[in-house]
């Protein structure tokens, strides 16, 4: 993983894609990495034993929901994050995560002809 200045996000560099080097220019910059807060609610056995990682924190805990919000360097792997608890889990904020996944599971259904099922 390491942080793009340009596109502002966390990103994986996959080594085995790399074709060739043509140069290297080190440069030692101190990158302030730019982050999203972004809150979700879990609830049901998800919300029992949450995994919790060291960009997030837990702000409210109720009889069977938690409520955590977390430091977004990487949208694709906060999408990855919330879509394993599965049903379990629903966005908060910002309303652009969850408009973007909203979109990204109705073109999923579409592609599996499940349109009617939601």
């Known amino acids: 993983w390491g942080y793009s200045e340009e596109l502002e996000t966390m990103l994986y560099l996959r080594l085995d894609r790399i074709q060739g080097?043509?140069?290297?220019?080190?440069?030692n910059n101190?990158?302030?990495?730019?982050?999203?807060?972004?809150?979700?609610?879990l609830?049901?056995?998800?919300?029992?034993s949450p995994a919790i990682s060291?960009?997030?924190?837990?702000?409210?805990?109720?009889?069977?929901e938690i409520i955590i919000e977390s430091k977004v360097t990487?949208?694709?792997?906060?999408?990855?994050?919330?879509?394993?608890?599965?049903?379990?889990?629903t966005i908060l904020y910002p309303e652009e995560f969850k408009n973007e996944l909203q979109e990204k599971l109705e073109n999923m259904l579409?592609?599996?002809?499940?349109?009617?099922?939601?």
């Open 74 to 89: 990487n949208k694709f792997r906060f999408f990855q994050k919330v879509l394993s608890y599965g049903s379990e889990c």
């Open 21 to 27: 080097i043509k140069s290297i220019s080190l440069h």
């Open 43 to 48: 609830h049901g056995e998800s919300a029992s």
């Open 30 to 41: 101190k990158v302030t990495p730019k982050y999203v807060n972004a809150g979700y609610k």
């Open 110 to 118: 579409k592609i599996y002809d499940c349109e009617g099922i939601v």
């Open 54 to 64: 060291d960009d997030e924190r837990i702000i409210e805990k109720r009889n069977n």
